[in-house]
């Protein structure tokens, strides 16, 4: 479960004279097919971490609705950021998912000093940074801010499905899932698709979308 040693590790080293305002940055999205990738920052101060805080992934549906409010209630600030399918395409997802942290820590009420980042790729912040491999299920702040990432984003998503109800995207958030290739190839490639990543590519070439080899990560990831 996620603890708070790594934002007080950071406390004790920091030498000025007000406390050092610490965010933990995720994002959710990286792999889908289709709609943009979701960052958010969270920064927590000790004393008012809400219980049940966990990697978004290793959480229900039902108890990461239930955190959203409480993180967005007792965090001191929460930014959220994101980018387009366009900018996916444009600049690749790895710099789209930079991208959109940057713009969820700049999102922030009161600025961030020192941000830690899920995973080992940092991305140029306005603040220094550190990151963290598996932060998620090892930072409260981290952790808060993959449940405000999941939850904005598949909210986003279930929005997008309203529209293009005929790919499942409410259920499957635009990962590629049987229901989602089935979908493609009845009804085509949408402006939300992702034309840079293979299967659509693959079905815009003329073949098969589910042909394309490379995993894809399952929803949720």
Known sequence: MPHYIYESRLLKAHLGPDPLRICGVDEAGRGPLAGPVVAAAVILERGRIPKGLNDSKQLCEESREELFPRIMQMAIAVGVGEASVGEIDLVNIRQATHLAMARAVRALSIAAEFALVDGNDAPAL???????????????????????????????????????????????????????????????????????????????????????????????E
């Open 126 to 220: 306005p603040c220094k940074c550190d990151t963290l491999i598996s932060g998620d299920a090892r930072s409260v702040s981290i952790a808060a801010a993959s449940i405000i990432a999941k939850v904005t984003r598949d909210r986003l998503m279930a929005r997008l499905h309203d529209d293009h109800p005929g790919y499942n995207w409410k259920s499957n958030k635009g990962y590629g899932t049987p229901d989602h290739y089935s979908g493609l190839r009845l009804h085509g490639v949408t402006d939300h698709h992702r034309r840079s990543f293979g299967p659509i590519r693959n079905l815009l070439s003329g073949r098969d979308p589910s042909a394309y080899e490379e995993p894809q990560l399952l929803a949720g």
